[in-house]
């Protein structure tokens, strides 16, 4: 079975300051892995997503996330939070194409000026 | 990325009545598309999913006859809330998996749904 764990539901960092948004994940195969970004009364943007390759992987708005597997991680960062970043931000897992996704429970960040 | 559209993005009705929302694919063609359910600070609950020409898979929990759910098409897919009641107040966002590649899934912009 799958499971996502993303730890700390409330994220508060800075204006310029380094973002770290952290997603555990349990699979019994390789797994894809997503992050996604919810702005408020929206639906959810596709910010990366690691399949095969390269583990560190480069997103949209400066963020990027690396796969550890022997952490079983897929932590999201951005070197310098900007106001606009303050959203919900959600990491899922996937078996392989055409799987059920799976989300963790969200964490929302706020930027302080 | 492709585009997933969903109609009406807010939609305030009256206790009894019944509310349908629409989740369009806009440049792809998706055989499968889920339906969510997102409450306030909350993450998305999965509630059922839909595949093109045949009935929906609902989750455990999830009544059926209350949400009702078709996709006649491969690029539409509709969500009916019958007999809405204050409960059934939420935001319902639809997804659909992109054809090929990892199946990414692609979401639509969400509709709230507001049960007077």
């Known amino acids: 079975a799958q499971s996502v764990t993303q730890l700390g539901s409330h994220v508060s960092v800075s204006e310029g300051a380094l973002v770290l948004l952290r997603c555990n994940y349990s699979?019994?195969?390789?797994?894809?892995l997503f992050w996604y970004v919810q702005y408020p009364n929206q639906g959810l943007q596709l910010l990366l997503k690691?399949?095969?390759?390269?583990?560190l992987v480069k997103g949209i708005n400066g963020f990027e996330a690396e796969f550890k597997k022997s952490e079983t991680s897929f932590h999201l960062t951005k070197p310098s939070a900007h106001m606009s970043d303050a959203a919900e931000y959600f990491c899922?897992?996937?078996?392989?194409?055409?799987?059920?996704?799976?989300f963790g429970t969200g964490t929302s960040l706020t930027v302080i000026p | 990325g492709a585009v997933v559209s969903q109609h009406p993005s807010w939609v305030i009705c009256k206790s009894g009545t019944s509310v349908k929302i629409e989740c369009r694919s806009l440049?792809?063609?998706?055989?499968?598309m889920f339906w969510y359910r997102q409450f306030p600070k909350q993450s998305l609950m999965l509630m059922a999913t839909?595949?093109?020409?045949?009935?929906?898979?609902?989750e455990q929990g999830v009544e059926k006859d209350k949400f009702l759910i078709n996709h006649a098409s491969l690029t539409l897919s509709t969500l009916t809330v019958t007999s809405a009641h204050p409960e059934d107040s939420s935001f319902y966002i639809c997804?659909?998996?992109?054809?090929?590649?990892?199946?990414?899934?692609?979401f639509g912009e969400g509709s709230r749904l507001t049960v007077l």
């Open positions: 690691y399949t095969t390759g390269a583990t």
């Open positions: 839909s595949n093109e020409g045949s009935k929906a898979t609902y």
């Open positions: 699979s019994s195969v390789p797994p894809y």
């Open positions: 899922a897992v996937s078996e392989g194409a055409g799987n059920q996704f799976y």
């Open positions: 440049d792809f063609q998706a055989t499968t």
């Open positions: 997804s659909a998996r992109g054809a090929g590649g990892i199946g990414e899934l692609f």
